[in-house]
């Protein structure tokens, strides 16, 4: 399978705690995306990474969330003291970008469901 | 600032049923406009692209058409499934932006 693929699937964890997670894009795309979404609404965009350079963080983006792409291909979103209000669905995705036939066409992974207790 | 709309939040059909699903976006400078359906719990999964210079994209029963200088879009699917049941989400990409910008979605619900 070569589709976007997100660890875990699941996190549930207590106030407080750290949480880190994991995204593994379609291998030949450059740009990755992380998205949130809390129920009964459509994802929001929190931030994105062309190759290893992160270029842009949404507002939503607090200084309690990091997230990087080391290598150009994997990346990771952790949260630091997690609060009640971080459970929600975090969603990967990735695509082509940087030539004039990209569609900039987003796949994304199955998401990582994190909740809070 | 680009704000995308669903309409309506909710629909329950009977199968067979050929059926509309609505997007509307505020600012028509969009570089291209995906639909999605997600299944509960799980993640995206794209079903049509349309870019800006496009007036629609068909896919099996699925067609999306795109009107950019009204800032609409529809998605039709005919002779509606059980198996369809699931929220469709609308998304552009703004010419500016790089995010995807997505409405609240549509739940569709098919009876067999």
């Known amino acids: 399978d070569t589709g976007v693929s997100q660890d875990p699937r699941h996190k549930i964890t207590k106030r407080g705690q750290n949480v880190t997670f994991r995204c593994d894009p379609i291998s030949e795309h450059n740009r990755l995306y992380w998205y949130r979404q809390t129920l009964g609404q459509g994802p929001e965009f929190l931030t994105y990474?062309?190759?290893?350079?992160?270029?842009?963080k949404s507002r939503l983006l607090s200084d309690r969330f990091s997230a990087e792409r080391p290598k150009g291909s994997f990346s990771t979103l952790e949260i630091q003291r997690t609060e009640q209000g971080d459970s929600a669905m975090y969603l990967c995705?990735?695509?082509?970008?940087?030539?004039?036939?990209?569609?900039?066409?987003?796949?994304f992974g199955p998401g990582t469901r994190l909740t809070v207790t | 600032k680009q704000e995308v709309t669903q309409i309506p939040a909710a629909l329950s059909v009977p199968e067979g049923e050929n059926l509309v699903l609505n997007c509307s976006f505020t600012d028509s400078a969009i570089y291209n406009l995906q639909w999605f359906r997600q299944d509960p719990g799980k993640g995206l999964t794209s079903l049509l692209l349309i870019q800006s210079s496009q007036r629609e994209q068909t896919s099996g029963r699925l067609n999306a058409s795109l009107d950019k200088s009204s800032g609409r879009s529809t998605l039709y699917i005919a002779a509606s499934q059980p198996g369809d049941s699931a929220t469709y989400l609308c998304a552009v990409k703004d010419q500016a932006g790089t995010a995807l910008i997505f409405g609240k979605g549509t739940t569709l619900s098919v009876s067999s």
């Open positions: 995705a990735s695509s082509t970008a940087g030539d004039r036939t990209s569609s900039y066409e987003q796949y």
């Open positions: 990474f062309q190759n290893e350079a992160q270029l842009e």
